[in-house]
Antibody, heavy 121, light 104 residues
């Protein structure tokens, strides 16, 4: 069974930084686009960032571009999200998800359990 | 692209049919997916390419539509279908705001 496990969340002050990681198993990681999707408390789903299978194409939603950086290590079968200049509105449950589509046009067929990020003073 | 889902909440009895709508502000072709999120759980892919059921999804879930208007139909509701349902288009990875299905 495909597994995705997030780590690295926590409580951080506004303006601070946090690095999320996603470790995967039981599929060929290097074949798939990977994404971060978040869900603020009591709210809907919001796609945040995505990285191509090779790691050479990066995608960001407008609200995080310039503050967040997505990366991946295909040898280690892991993906990361470096989050800088965090704001209260970044508070959410962050999911790691596997893309299933073509050339950046992706659906998300497997999701991790999510990791909480709370930005508060 | 903006995805607008309706109704916001639907309250039905077991055995009834649920019809959920997702309207796109511009054509997305057939490139639309539906997800189910039960309370406290991870979202699950139900339908992709507007009408193709994902692996393991019961056939009481069906999707239809193309262009700007899409429908998720749940025939013969079961208590475990109580959830929020989201649509998603794949070119910009955008999600709709969700529709909550409550089982009476």
């Amino acid at each position: 069974q495909v597994q995705l496990v997030e780590s690295g969340g926590g409580l951080v002050k506004p303006g601070g930084s946090l690095r999320l990681s996603c470790s995967v198993s039981r599929f060929i990681f290097s074949d798939y686009y990977m994404a971060w999707i978040r869900q603020a408390p009591g709210k809907g789903l919001e796609w945040v960032s995505m990285i191509s299978s090779s790691g050479d194409t990066l995608y960001y939603t407008d609200s995080v571009r310039g503050r967040f950086t997505i990366s991946r290590d295909n040898m280690e079968k892991s993906m990361s999200l470096q989050m800088n200049s965090l704001r209260a509105e970044d508070t959410a449950l962050y999911y790691c998800a596997r893309g299933n589509g073509f050339g950046g046009n992706e659906y998300f067929d497997y999701w991790g359990q999510g990791i909480q990020v709370t930005v508060s003073s | 692209i903006v995805l607008t889902q309706s109704p916001a909440t639907l309250s039905l009895s077991p055995g009834e049919r649920a019809t959920l709508s997702c309207r796109a502000s511009q054509s997305v072709g057939s490139f639309l997916a539906w997800y189910q999120q039960k309370p406290g759980q991870v979202p699950r892919l139900l339908i992709y390419h507007a009408s193709t059921r994902a692996t393991g999804i019961p056939d009481r879930f069906s999707g239809s539509g193309s262009g700007t208007d899409f429908t998720l139909t749940i025939t013969s509701l079961e208590p475990e279908d109580s959830a929020v349902y989201y649509c998603q288009e794949r070119s910009k990875r955008l999600f709709g705001g969700g529709s909550k299905v409550e089982i009476k």
